[in-house]
């Protein structure tokens, strides 16, 4: 309910303008009752032979309030339960958790179907209210108070709240059922629900007589007569409701289980159960769907096996690209800076450096290919450390070159292993190599890094150690691609175009390799350029 | 490994505090009392599942040392979730923490999900930082706090999987934007709109184990 419709409650008993007022009314009711009522007012109005004053009140304070309470009482009662929040959902919850069996059985529907009580609801408290207020009326017209008009008024609206309140509670259980329609409702549970219910609403008219007394308390003992009277005719209806509802629920159910326990065809009929499953036959769709989900995912596992990118990745290639990138960029940043700070003369002197530093760290033409076959009695691995040592001899810093001789040593035990297929030797080569290239990777971090907290810098060495060790690392993967190539085309494989299939793609891949490395040795070179300036 | 999303972690705070071994605890499921100094980052990944969903949390351990303050700072960028540790054996690791939060809040995005970490609680007998003065420090900075041992295991896990479900959940209520990788969050390789479905029942399945390489 929107707050609109509780301001349009409390201006209505300040009694402001009578017009805009109406206009309001008449868009917010959608109940035919109301209109009669806004009619019948009409109706009315010109009759009070009272002097201006008085008739201003009564109009104000009188038949208008009446007006305004009966087309809001059903908002009223919804009002209140919105204020009163505990009240609201304790009583909600045993309705539905009672009523759960049945609304659990889908919740989609029980969901409509508490759409479908919330309107009917307020039907049906409106469709009830005119016994009882009417009775109310008469009561008002007999003792002919214009002046306290108001307070019975009030208390008539409470009533009426009340009674419309425990009405469409009523008939909200029994839409449930009879919306659900699965089995039959126990009479006893829906009676004490519903008496637990009127009695917190009884309490709730008790708490609002109260303050109606105090606010009126000139007619105190009037009041109290048609408090008691009001609640009298509660009680009656609270009662004499509940027995009447009870029956009809039984005969309700009776009639519509005639013949049909559980109401199986009847639900059959509705569509309630269109597609009745069949167990075994889910049974055997879930399997045939798990077994070609599982052959999907072997096929990508496959895939996978031999994706380089994807290998790379789970061998923390990319994070540690990403960590350089990010190293390099912030690193950049920093000499961007140190540009802009500076006086013009200075900003030309460090340009010069930096173009400088940039000019060391050109990788040489690719041609000498000297000193790999000299070292001839050093193992394969033990010549690649060496290298990497001489590359690196000048960069001042301890790096750590376990990680690729290892793997290296892995390899070229591998291959000495006897019968290997060529599937096998080609995922090796790929995932040797993406494995290869992201060790790579890493030490150009981890060296970009230390070079960053080293104390004492010496560009031209950094320069040209890590050009050095470019060199070697892009050597190390052409190298480790020619030795599984070599592997392959020793194979007599009865699939030749396979096999150079895959000797093209370790070729590729090597290539690829190269790609990340001198990447990698470019992130490199501010981090190389800022011990310059 | 297929992931539905993948998680940026970075792990903070002084030197010494453990935060490597919160990692090897997390990732392998043992304790190193002896480790390396941490050179810039070092990295640890593991999958969980949260809501049935595989999510893969990469995990950035930053070194603690002063020296590489500059460095570290450069990694924060794109996390999702940060770790935030101190030893409760050294209440000047305690006292360094707003430090490391301005640090973190001034380098990284506003929506990332700080959990704050009293490691070392197995060391009750040597304890200088309060329990209560954790909590009252992370009530105030709006974190989540918890003590771990990353001897004993106690919380590791807790500690990494609820920042990762409180990530989640501010995927769910659209506070991150998925599509927008500053926020630590990428969508995984085969990560389909339609997937979630299927999922369902397959929140048993655990982690799976950690050491990626």
Redesign the interface.
């Known amino acids: 309910m929107p707050q609109s419709d509780s301001e349009d409650f409390e201006s209505a008993d300040e009694g402001h303008s009578n017009a805009t007022r109406k206009e309001r009314k008449k868009r917010n009711s959608s109940s035919n009752y109301s209109d009669n009522l806004d009619s019948d007012f009409e109706q009315r109005r010109p009759q009070p032979k009272e002097s201006n004053s008085t008739e201003k009140v009564a109009t104000t304070d009188g038949w208008d309030d009446f007006d305004v309470d009966e087309s809001e009482t059903a908002k009223e009662t919804h009002l209140k339960f919105g204020d009163d929040k505990p009240i609201m959902s304790s009583s909600q919850d045993t309705g539905w958790n009672d009523f759960g069996d049945w609304g659990e059985s889908d919740t989609v529907k029980s969901e409509e179907i508490k759409q479908n009580t919330t309107l009917e609801l307020s039907n049906n408290a409106q469709i009830q209210n005119p016994s009882v207020t009417t009775k109310e009326t008469e009561k008002q017209i007999k003792s002919d108070g214009w002046g306290w008009g108001w307070g019975v008024d009030s208390l008539l609206s409470t009533a009426t709240a009340g009674i419309s309140t425990i009405t469409s509670q009523v008939s909200q259980g029994i839409t449930t059922v009879l919306e659900t329609g699965i089995g039959a409702p126990n009479p006893e549970e829906l009676a004490r629900i519903t008496k637990e219910k009127a009695k917190i609403t009884e309490n709730e008219v008790s708490e609002d007589k109260q303050e109606m007394t105090d606010s009126t308390f000139q007619f105190g003992s009037l009041l109290s007569g048609v408090t008691k009277f009001v609640e009298n005719t509660g009680t009656k209806v609270i009662s004499g409701g509940l027995d009447t509802l009870e029956v009809i629920g039984k005969k309700t159910m009776e009639v519509l289980q005639d013949g049909d326990p559980g109401l199986v065809k009847k639900r059959a009929m509705l569509g309630l159960e269109t597609e009745k499953p069949i167990l075994s036959q889910i049974l055997r769709e879930a399997k045939d769907r798990a077994d070609e989900e599982d052959k999907v995912k072997e096929a990508k596992r496959e895939a996978k096996e031999v994706h380089y990118e994807s290998l790379f990745d789970d061998f923390e290639g990319l994070v540690h690209l990403e960590a350089l990138e990010m190293l390099s960029r912030q690193v950049s940043m920093r000499i961007e800076e140190r540009l802009r700070s500076s006086d013009p003369e200075k900003r030309l002197d460090i340009k010069e450096t930096l173009q400088q530093v940039a000019e060391l760290c050109e990788m040489p033409e690719d041609d000498e290919d000297d000193d790999y076959e000299e070292s001839g009695d050093l193992s394969k691995e033990d010549v690649f450390h060496e290298h990497l040592q001489r590359a690196t001899r000048d960069i001042g810093l301890k790096l750590q070159f376990q990680p690729l001789i290892k793997q290296y040593t892995e390899i070229l035990t591998w291959l000495e292993s006897n019968d290997l297929n060529e599937k096998a030797i080609y995922k090796r080569a790929v995932s040797g190599l993406a494995h290869a290239t992201a060790l790579c990777v890493e030490l150009y971090h981890k060296t970009g890094e230390m070079l960053l907290v080293k104390p004492r810098r010496s560009t031209a060495d950094e320069a040209d150690a890590l050009t050095q060790l470019t060199l070697v690392l892009t050597k190390h993967v052409s190298e480790l691609a020619s030795i599984f190539t070599e592997e392959l085309s020793k194979k007599q494989a009865e699939d030749k175009d396979l096999v150079n299939n895959y000797i093209t793609n370790v070729f590729l891949e090597a290539g690829n390799s190269s790609k990340y490395i001198q990447n990698a040795f470019q992130l490199a070179l501010p981090i190389i350029q800022i011990g310059a300036v | 490994?297929?992931y539905a999303y993948l998680f940026k972690y970075i792990i903070i705070g002084d030197t010494g505090v453990g935060k490597s071994c919160l990692l090897l605890q997390f990732t392998d499921k043992r304790f190193q009392p002896v480790h390396d100094l941490t050179?810039?980052?070092e990295?640890g990944?593991r999958m969980i599942t949260i809501d049935g969903k595989q999510i893969k949390l990469?995990i950035?351990d930053t070194a603690g040392q002063e020296?590489?303050r500059?460095?570290t700072?450069?990694?924060y960028?794109?996390a999702a979730g940060a770790l935030l540790v101190y030893d409760i054996t050294r209440r000047e690791t305690f006292n360094h923490l707003t430090t490391w939060l301005e640090d973190a809040r001034q380098h990284s995005n506003s929506n990332m999900v700080i959990m704050l970490i009293g490691n070392k609680s197995d060391l009750e007998s040597r304890r200088e930082v309060k329990k209560e003065e954790g909590e009252a420090f992370a009530r105030e900075h709006g974190l989540v706090f918890m003590e771990t041992s990353a001897k004993t295991a106690a919380n590791v896990e807790e500690a990494f999987i609820n920042t990762a479900k409180e990530i989640y959940e501010k995927i769910q209520e659209g506070v991150f934007d998925i599509n927008n990788e500053a926020n630590g969050i990428k969508i995984g390789?085969?990560h389909s709109t339609a997937g979630g479905a299927k999922a369902g029942g397959a929140g048993a399945g655990g982690a799976a184990g950690g050491g990626?390489?």
Request: include cysteine; glycine fraction near 10%.
């Open positions: 490994m297929a050179i810039g980052v990295f990944a990469q950035w020296a590489f500059s460095i700072r450069s990694y960028r794109g390789p085969q990626c390489c």
